[in-house]
């Protein structure tokens, strides 16, 4: 009987609906309907009809803007333009507009801006006009006078950065990011009042993070070894950042409990040595987990941001920048009985993101670098690629700065692409594109660019060429590619990864893997295979050609 009413009422909408006139609207502001079309987004649709992204997702009650769908027919809010009538079928037989087909003499001349803007302020007495060319961006043009892109955005009152068009003038201030201190406007915060009285969803706090271009730096791992030794040899090589990973079981075995005080010395270590620090929190303790195997995130995201939150408070101004977890689109990273998830992913994320630049405006926030794996089971993990597509769907562009990923090389030189048998003599690891350094940075790039994020940069958080040579060990199967590269080709492999990620121009700093492990696991160990150091402390000859470019 349920089902009998549900029809009913259906029914009779329609019947409502064909009664109306034939006008569907246009009266205040002008609207049309747009029919979404294969391979377009809101920020293509906006451009379209000179119009915001911001407008049509208010119009049209959309919740992520990442999210629609060919056929989607979205509501158009157009300022000053008459509307195009919705026509019914015509008796005559003559084809009728399309229902959702806005014709093209209702699109005004694009760049009036909208209500949701904040004017700029008034001009100093000096600034410099930046007209914007094809391929430019708000980031690229920042980056070019040495400000940040919210002093830039701010400034010109844009309330998108990824709203900006060929032609548009911007005024940049000559004093640097000092000559210009946002005021919010009256409006935002009485909005943002509201908002906190009705306990509305946050809007993402502003990013606040300096533009880091591409760097030099290593990973380390200073636990239960000589730090002063392990940062003199990072100093002698020469590079800007160091890396640690910090495993958050370790410290806060129970809720609340944290033990700050190895972690305090590993930051002073780094800070006095005059390093940007970068530090990748992974792996819940056992009291916030629902599984006892491998590592996992918490049961509760807020535990972490609490812990994540916790530390940009503790370390702000000493500590640069936090990488949000470790391959997580690996089941062993991410063991769960949830299952792997890039949505799951992306809100605690987003929850460390809020945590984070609440108790450090200026930390940067990177998103966890992900595993090329070639594989994709959905259970014991999800190929990279895939993943990415995955976490942006979910929206990862409002909650991060920079993207990590681990593009790694295998036995393959970083300028060789899939997959043409580079090196006949490897059997295997060059079948798949996840194998080649180069490749997964231009397939996250692509990646990136079609979901409107190419203004930020890749940070390539752990990449390298392992080795055995020299070291006398047989590695295990799993690693068998590294009895393929030589010490001279880990050398020119590693150079070259860095060059190319220099080159490529949207690579952030690089972080190669790694300076010390040698000293930590012995020289069995897998993560030997790729020291600079040799389980005495000695320089590899890696670790020399790199303080020889650096120098």
Known sequence: MQHVRRLIAILLALAVLLALPVTAWGQEGGQVTHTVQAGENLYRIALQYGTTVDAIVQANNITNPNLIVVGQVLVIPVAGATATPTLAPTTSGTPATPIGTATPSVVPPPATPTATQTPPPPPPSSEIVHVVQPGENLFRIALQYNLPTTVVAAYNGITNPNLIFVGQKLRIPTGGAAAF????????????????????????????ASNVGFAYGVQVHLPNQDMARVMQSAQDLGVTWVKQQIDWALYEPSEGAINWAPIDEMVDAMDVAGMNILLTVTSAPSWARDSDQEKGPPVDYQTYANFVGQMAERYAGRVDAYEIWNEPNLRREWNTPRGISAASYVEMLRLAYIAIKTADPEAIVVTGGLAPTGFNDGVNAIDDRVYLRQMYAAGVADWSDAVGAHPNGWANPPDSTCCRNNRPAVPAWDDHPSFFFKETLSDY???????????????????????????????????????YTTLDEQSSYILRGFQLGRELGYVGPMFLWNLNFCMVVGQTGEQCLWSLLDPAGNPRPAYLALRDLLH
């Open 445 to 483: 790039r692509e990646i990136m660019v079609a979901n409107g994020d190419s203004g930020t940069y890749i940070w390539a958080t752990k990449f390298g060429w392992g080795s055995n040579d020299g070291l006398n060990v047989e590695p295990a199967p799993e690693y068998a590619f590294v009895a």
């Open 181 to 208: 201190v946002p005021t919010p406007a009256p409006a935002a915060t009485e909005a943002a009042s509201a908002a906190e009285a009705t306990s509305a969803p946050l809007a993402p706090p502003p990013n606040m």
